[in-house]
């Protein structure tokens, strides 16, 4: 058998991007299953949600914004600490980049090493590397909400945390004027998810039922189509539910049983597969996601920092 290639080393075509608007003022830019992003303006400002890879790609995107606003970017809102989501911050300019108080200690504690490892993972997304200069640092942060007044009659924006999920420091962005819901990687639509440094089991639990409770009519996820509709919502809230239970399900009986992480990896993969194959990064994923919930069910509560070097010999044991 062909040895699989390295994460996502190979997948170097660019992705046909899609710019929307959802609502008078709100964007959302998908592709084809790399990190969606967001913005949201207000009278005489932008919101931005993620901020992309490098600054090169992040100025690829205001360059599309721009072509719909001309309104300085006053907030820029990272919805966790990955890297992909925030060493394109300085293309922003931003007067304030927002957090949870979770997220920057996560930065501070390992963003170099998550640099360095999802650099490795998914070169393609890292346009420039040289345009990044250094880590990103949120200058302002909180534990429940923030709310942005976003003038004039455009009512607000308010910025939530849900609980542990995809990392210890997800937030979301709803907009209760257009039930406009910004779910970063908690949810995700018709794309696998990454759980390498996730709480599994919270996620799947009361963190989902706090992102469901917003009865969001659109909703923008980590990757994937937008989901316009409740129905299309609950569904991609579905879908991400079922993939943790899964994975739940399949490595929580192999470790019960005394097997060994490969078998718990082939028998998540085997249950996995027939639905979600074929869609965004799944071979990418899993390793590490059966990895961090082979960790969680032993007992270790914190996600290990991935490094360039752990990527490797994880995806040599389980994809080699």
């Known amino acids: ?27 959302a830019l998908t592709a084809d299953g790399d990190p969606n992003v967001g913005a949201v303006e207000g009278e005489d400002f932008l919101v931005c949600f993620e901020a992309m890879a490098t600054p090169v790609a992040a100025r690829e995107w205001l360059a599309r ?28 300019d931003a007067e304030v980049i927002v957090a949870h108080d979770n997220t920057r200690a996560l930065i501070a504690e390992r963003g170099r090493q998550d640099w360095e490892s999802e650099y490795g993972r998914m070169p393609r997304l890292f346009k420039e590397p040289a345009s990044i200069p250094g880590l990103t640092r949120p200058t302002a942060t909180f ?7 976003l003038g004039g009659d455009r009512g607000e924006l308010v910025l939530a945390y849900c609980g542990r999920g995809h990392t210890e420091g997800d937030i979301v962005a709803w907009l209760p004027r257009h039930k406009v819901l ?4 908690l949810v995700e639509s018709r794309a696998a998810l990454y759980t390498g440094d996730a709480f599994h089991r919270e996620w799947a639990a009361a963190t989902l039922d706090r992102v469901a409770s917003f009865e969001a009519e659109v909703l923008i996820g980590g990757r994937g189509a937008v989901a316009r509709g409740r129905d299309a919502v609950a569904a991609a809230i579905a879908q991400t539910r079922h993939f943790l239970e899964v994975m739940l399900r399949e490595v929580g009986a192999a470790h019960e049983r005394g097997g ?6 082939e028998a998540a993969h085997a249950a996995l597969v027939g639905r979600y194959g074929g869609w965004p990064i799944f071979e990418h994923c899993l390793p590490f996601d059966v990895s961090r919930l082979w960790d969680e069910l032993s007992g270790v509560e914190r996600p290990v920092i991935w490094t360039a070097e752990r990527d490797r010999q994880v ?6």
């Open 65 to 92: 914004l721009r072509e719909h606003t001309d309104k300085p970017v006053k907030f820029l809102v990272l919805s966790h600490y990955h890297a992909v989501r925030v060493l394109g911050a300085s293309a922003f």
């Open 260 to 265: 060994t992480l490969k078998e718990a990896f």
């Open 143 to 149: 534990s429940d909400r923030f709310t942005i007044d």
């Open 1 to 27: 058998m062909t040895p699989k290639a390295f994460a996502s080393s190979a997948d170097l075509d660019d992705k046909q991007q899609t710019l929307e608007v959802l609502a008078d003022g709100v964007y």
């Open 315 to 320: 995806w040599a044991e389980l994809q080699g």
């Open 182 to 185: 910004f779910a970063g990687d």
